[in-house]
């Protein structure tokens, strides 16, 4: 079945720099990549998502790439604001409402 | 907004004892999902449910799990006999496609005594 690898599993960094996230997945056949921001106690809220025909997708401070042939994808958030603190997942599936594969997830903090 | 609603947000039990947990997912969504989080961990699917019958299911899913849509609101998952691992948080999930969104419950805690 698919394997969802996520890094770093903590990530720290000033307000105001930016914050990358790595995953790789091992089935090939995926082709939906969500990210789902989580706060403490909270329920997971997607925040972005890729499909597997674009390379590229950006919403605001927020953005996704992907590259298939490595089967990596990434989220970018620039600009970081204390309310970006948060653990966050990457997710694959053969499609957009099957069964999701989450990465383990990193805590993000932002510090003011 | 419509949102996924869960309960009971937090439950105890005592070990071998049975749990239902509901859902009333959004009322336009036709694919619904329980996924679970042991503390600290990773989200792990558990089963996803279409027109009236399971359409996939983990490994986690054995028998000792089942779920029902015995109205057309509810979404239930039972736990027939609880384990102390079955301790996490489990979270109910809907989508109005298989395409779509999945919107998540805010959870309910399950603790296994």
């Known amino acids: 079945g698919e394997n969802v690898e996520q890094h770093p599993s903590t990530l720290s960094v000033q307000e105001g720099d930016s914050a990358v996230i790595k995953c790789t997945y091992s089935d090939s056949a995926s082709n939906y990549f969500p990210w789902y921001k989580q706060e403490l106690g909270k329920r997971p809220q997607l925040i972005i998502d890729?499909?597997?025909?674009?390379g590229e997708k950006k919403d605001q401070r927020i953005a996704v790439t992907l590259n298939k042939t490595a089967k990596h994808f990434s989220l970018h958030i620039t600009e970081t604001q204390p309310e970006d603190s948060a653990v966050y997942f990457c997710?694959?599936?053969?499609?957009?409402?099957?069964?999701?594969?989450f990465g383990g997830g990193t805590r993000l903090m932002v510090k003011p | 907004e419509p949102e996924v609603t869960q309960t009971p947000s937090h439950q105890v039990t005592q070990m071998g004892q049975e749990v239902i947990l509901h859902c009333v997912p959004i009322s336009n969504h036709l694919y619904f999902y329980w996924y679970r989080q042991i503390l600290g961990q990773k989200v792990e699917f558990l089963v996803s449910?279409?027109?009236?019958?399971?359409?996939?299911k983990s490994e986690i899913f054995d028998d000792q799990f089942s779920v029902e849509r015995p109205d057309g609101s509810n979404f239930t998952l039972k736990i027939r006999s609880t384990k102390l691992e079955d301790s996490a948080m489990y979270f109910c999930?809907?989508?109005?496609?298989?395409?779509?969104?999945?919107?998540f419950g805010e959870g309910s805690r399950l603790t296994v005594l």
């Open positions: 890729i499909r597997s025909n674009v």
């Open positions: 999930a809907s989508s109005l496609q298989n395409t779509g969104e999945l919107f």
């Open positions: 997710a694959a599936s053969k499609a957009a409402g099957n069964m999701l594969t």
């Open positions: 449910f279409y027109n009236n019958e399971i359409s996939e």
